[in-house]
């Protein structure tokens, strides 16, 4: 059975997306085909459950979509699943060869696509269901039973740098500015780590990131180990592989270290952690914040992201985990 799955965008929407892609490949032995951007390309690309990585590059949309359209006509497809439904992706449905076209029903559909005639999943609620659990009703439609163990599946790659410590990460960027924690509070949890324990701690983020990482180190007593900016998704993955704990907020790295079993602390305000947080690991609130899950992008105040440094260390190393399962932490 050939399958085209067209899911395009951001890290952790492509991530919680593999283990429908690893179940359809396990069960239907299916020849996944998979449309994506570049952000995400090298983790579709390498993984076991995808037969072919079809890129999408928005910078150079025209001949993208030249050679994407030539790609498609050469092809011809048992089932389409638009998970994106989006416009963008609506168009790349149409424009597959497919026998069944497949998207969410119209309440989670975005930009009008619902009005498009293909068929639809039932519907559900989007505020009380993980986006991993959301993507895998494609495969319970299909007439597949929800596999016993959620896997990934991520694939291994080299990378040139190794920590010899045994050592945590603080993933310190999020896309939305409304979701970061703030600056004084890392440099405060690095302090308590260094008085308290013997790992290392670990700054990541994109190069976007670089400013907020150096007041970080201004800020902190003893310096951590700062990677912001000096690593591409191959090294990320494996620098995050070998972690011991993770702690950050929502964004695609926390959902990548949740796919490499890595203890995951999700620091969660604006975003909905019933919706986006960690698959499995712990998930930690302001206890007294009035506007929790607002989904706003920009904030003056960020009240509910004001989360206690000691609180967090607590979470990490004095509080036991829980094996394959979420644990909110008020």
């Known amino acids: 059975m050939k399958i085209l799955i067209i899911k395009l965008g951001a890290l952790g929407d492509v991530i919680n997306t593999f283990p429908l892609a690893v179940h359809l490949k396990n069960t239907l032995n299916a020849e996944i085909t998979w449309i994506t ?35 498609l006509k050469s092809e011809d497809f048992d089932i389409v699943l638009d998970l994106q439904r989006i416009l963008k992706s609506a168009v790349f449905t149409f424009k597959s060869p497919g026998k069944r076209k497949i998207t969410f029903d119209k309440k989670r559909c975005k930009e009008l696509t619902w009005i ?21 009703e494609f495969s319970s439609y299909l007439g597949i039973e929800k596999p016993e163990i959620i896997t990934w599946d991520l694939p291994k790659f080299e990378s040139s740098i190794k920590i010899e410590n045994k050592y945590l990460v603080l993933n310190t960027g999020a896309t939305k500015s409304c979701n970061k924690w703030f600056e004084s509070d890392f440099a405060k949890l690095i302090d308590l780590i260094y008085e308290n324990t013997s790992f290392l701690p670990v700054l990541t983020g994109g190069p976007e990131d670089l400013e907020f990482s150096v007041n970080i180190l201004e800020r902190s007593l003893k310096k951590p180990l700062n990677l912001t900016g000096k690593t591409n998704l191959y090294e990320l993955t494996e620098v995050l592989r070998n972690a011991n704990f993770l702690i950050s907020s929502d ?9 490499l079993g890595v203890k995951t602390l999700g620091l969660f305000g604006p975003s909905n952690p019933v919706r986006t947080g960690p698959y499995f690991g712990k998930i930690i609130r302001k206890k007294d914040s009035s506007c929790l899950n607002c989904g706003q992008k920009t904030c003056k105040s960020r009240d509910c992201m004001k989360i206690d440094p000691e609180r967090v260390f607590k979470a990490v190393f004095l509080e036991p985990w829980k094996e394959k399962k979420v644990d909110y932490v008020f």
């Open 116 to 136: 498009l005639n293909y068929e639809k999943i039932p519907p559900s609620n989007p505020e009380t269901t993980h986006m991993l659990d959301q993507y895998l």
């Open 251 to 259: 964004t695609g790295p926390m959902h990548l270290g949740v796919a």
């Open 37 to 71: 951007e570049p952000l995400s390309y090298p983790l579709v690309k390498n993984h076991r459950a995808v037969s072919k990585a079809v890129l999408f590059d928005k910078k150079n949309k025209w001949e993208s979509f030249k050679n994407l359209s030539k790609f």
